[in-house]
Nanobody, 121 residues
């Protein structure tokens, strides 16, 4: 089994920056797409950004030009650089990694427990 651990969340003023990291508790045998999602109180979880195994990123319209997703394949880690943060970015942020933990196990999606990002003055 593998768990994903997010870090880097916190309280920041509007216009500020944060960098989220997501690391697995053990190495994957193989990974596919990695991504970030967020959920604000009372709302459904929504897509923020994803990055393919080849490094192609995709963003939600609400974060384009402000957030940058990246990955380090050697460590099976994924990152989210968040700049020009707005109050509406306040949410719990969850990372997702699609992969297989052994050569003979199925590829599936794994989720982290979330890290809180609060943007407030």
């Amino acid at each position: 089994q593998v768990t994903l651990v997010e870090s880097g969340g916190g309280l920041v003023q509007p216009g500020g920056s944060l960098r989220l990291s997501c690391a697995p508790s053990r190495r994957f045998f193989s990974t596919n797409v990695m991504g970030w999602y967020r959920q604000a109180p009372g709302n459904q979880r929504e897509f923020v950004a994803r990055i393919s195994s080849g490094g192609t990123p995709n963003y939600a319209d609400s974060v384009k030009g402000r957030f940058t997703i990246s990955r380090e394949n050697a460590k099976n880690e994924v990152y989210l650089q968040m700049n020009s943060l707005k109050t509406e970015d306040t949410a719990a942020y969850y990372c997702s990694i699609v992969g297989a933990i052994e050569h003979d196990t199925a590829t599936r999606e794994y989720w982290g427990q979330g890290t809180q990002v609060t943007v407030s003055s």
